[in-house]
């Protein structure tokens, strides 16, 4: 997003909020994984930077498939009870030839860690990851995100039959086809379209009701480590 042209990418909020939720944990190691295309644990070489023996027993292909997996040193636990923790790759960070696989762990009452898997889709590729690069995202869930889904009353129908909604989303639409024919003719700042969603209004000019944030502040830390 921080090589798009004027950092552009920043313009979609949706994006800029989901890189910014939970907190990220990071490679303790530098390695170079190659699979062989095999289906079987041990599948998968490892060229690891530094101490091979050491690092080994954390990050292997215990499970096959072409599947790398971490052995995370950390217990996640979230309250109160029902909270949920989604577990998945770092939000919109691209690897060619791999693929996070995504978790969501029952967090306010286990006593285990967990791992961190990532997919190798092609075989006999060189698969680089540097000690510092983002491994994997947390994501605290304030619910129980299964029951909630269990619960919830879903309703499929038309536009059409919500005036109001209909309303809204056709004059959304024209001022995005009006936006659209702007961006070719190249009339107009880039930075001043579409601001809607940014400020927290629909197209008919009316504010959110509440809960809009345009930048997530981190909360402290209590470093109970000794």
């Known amino acids: 997003m921080d090589k798009t042209p004027n950092k552009f990418a920043y313009?979609?909020?949706?994006?800029?909020?989901?890189?910014?939720?939970?907190?990220?944990?990071?490679?303790?190691?530098?390695?170079t994984a190659v699979w062989n295309g095999h289906w079987q644990p041990g599948s998968v070489?490892?060229?690891?930077?530094?101490?091979?023996?050491?690092?080994?027993?954390?990050?292997?292909?215990q499970f096959g498939e072409g599947i790398i997996t971490w052995n995370i040193p950390f217990l996640f636990r979230t309250q109160p009870a029902g909270?949920?923790?989604l577990?998945?790759?770092?939000?919109?960070?691209?690897?060619?030839?791999v693929q996070p696989l995504t978790a969501i762990v029952e967090s306010?009452?286990?006593?285990?860690?967990?791992?961190?898997n990532w997919k190798i889709t092609s075989s006999r590729l060189p698969i680089r990851f540097d000690v510092g690069e983002p491994l994997l995202q947390?994501?605290?869930?304030?619910?129980?995100v299964f029951a909630d889904i269990e619960r919830a009353n879903v309703t499929y129908m038309h536009v059409s039959q919500d005036p109001p909604v209909l309303e809204a989303y056709k004059k959304w639409r024209e001022s995005r086809l009006d936006m659209v024919e702007q961006k070719k003719a190249r009339i107009g700042d880039p930075r001043d379209w579409q601001k809607d969603y940014f400020a927290g209004r629909d197209i008919l000019g009316r504010q959110t009701i509440s809960g809009h944030k345009t930048k997530i502040t981190f909360p402290p830390v209590d470093n109970r480590k000794p």
């Open 108 to 116: 306010d009452w286990i006593y285990m860690s967990f791992t961190m």
């Open 45 to 61: 070489q490892f060229i690891f930077d530094s101490e091979p023996s050491l690092w080994s027993q954390w990050i292997n292909d």
């Open 11 to 31: 313009r979609c909020l949706p994006l800029t909020m989901a890189n910014q939720t939970g907190m990220w944990v990071y490679q303790p190691v530098g390695f």
């Open 87 to 97: 577990v998945t790759g770092p939000t919109n960070y691209f690897k060619h030839g």
């Open 138 to 144: 947390v994501i605290p869930l304030a619910t129980n």
């Open 83 to 85: 909270t949920r923790l």
